[in-house]
């Protein structure tokens, strides 16, 4: 149509809100790093911190929009729960038993269990296109999960793939029930976090320093990317939202490079960077179709 702005198409706003909320998150693996308290401790805080920041950005939201506040216990709701808590789980103790690389590496299979969940349940056509990418991201993925196999990491590797088809599982759900309120939702998976490592935490004593870095996750990192990452199947089939998080599989090492000294492997490298290739090649084309579509 004449006239017609691209830049203002849901595709383009999709992308950037994505990217955003994936930028902001790439430091979680190196600051769950930096944490020396136990994984139930370290769940607690990093649940309950993100689910009161995001609980209260969604309640002024709602009163700044004067709208009534949705149902806390919508099945829509429940199911971004139960699911983002699992992925939260799996991807901490990923974290903890394999290095910071192989965790964020492996959430190249997400795109593949979205694409196979929203053909199953919403009956979204995959383009071939979307699956080629994936294919290539899977192929970065094996050359990775080889690398683990070979350094005795396969528990760790098995434990990530679990934190990406979880996550997968979350994306679909909030493309299924666009209007469910995504920041409540995540809130409401933050608090099972807290209840559930209440029950294993040793304690929920923590040190000045580990404070300081949860006090980070949970107010800032954490609640402003899975809020601005959970708005993304709004706009965005979610198998391309998965594709936008693989992101964070290249940046996030880089942080635990820069900053603790942990080197990747080459062979991990390798395996990220065709990731990151494929990534890019995929949505400047999505982008330049749209444009030509625009301007027809």
């Known amino acids: 149509m004449p006239g017609a702005n691209p830049a203002a198409s849901p595709q383009t706003r999709g992308i950037a809100i994505v990217t955003l909320g994936v930028l902001v998150l790439t430091p979680d693996g190196l600051l769950t790093t930096l944490v020396s308290a136990d994984i139930w401790t370290m769940l607690f805080w990093r649940g309950l911190l993100m689910a009161i920041a995001l609980t209260l950005f969604s309640l002024a939201w709602q009163r700044r929009q004067r709208k009534p506040a949705p149902p806390f216990f919508a099945l829509p709701t429940l199911g971004v729960a139960v699911l983002f808590t699992s992925s939260s789980v799996a991807f901490v103790t990923a974290v903890v038993i394999t290095s910071v690389a192989n965790t964020l ?3 190249a299979v997400a795109p593949l269990f979205a694409a196979m969940l929203a053909w199953l349940f919403l009956k979204e056509r995959v383009p071939q296109r979307t699956i080629t990418a994936i294919a290539i991201a899977l192929a970065g993925m094996a050359i990775i999960f080889g690398d683990g ?4 990491d396969i528990l760790g590797d098995l434990t990530a793939v679990l934190a990406a088809a979880c996550w ?10 666009p209007h469910t309120d995504a920041r409540l939702a995540v809130a409401c998976g933050g608090y099972m976090i807290a209840v559930i490592a209440l029950f294993f935490a040793p304690t929920l004593t923590v040190s000045e320093l580990d404070a300081l870095w949860l006090g980070l996750l949970g107010f800032v990192v954490l609640p402003i990317s899975f809020g601005l990452i959970s708005l993304g199947p709004r706009y965005l089939p979610a198998p391309e939202v998965s594709l936008i998080v693989l992101l964070e599989a290249v940046i996030g090492p880089l942080w635990a490079w820069i900053f603790i000294g942990q080197v990747p492997t080459l062979v991990s490298l390798g395996g990220g960077a065709l990731i990151v290739v494929t990534l890019a090649v995929y949505f400047l084309i999505s982008l330049r179709r749209e444009g030509a579509v625009a301007r027809a």
């Open 105 to 107: 590496f492996l959430v």
């Open 149 to 152: 196999l070979g350094r005795g």
């Open 168 to 177: 997968a599982g979350t994306l679909v759900v909030l493309r299924w029930a």
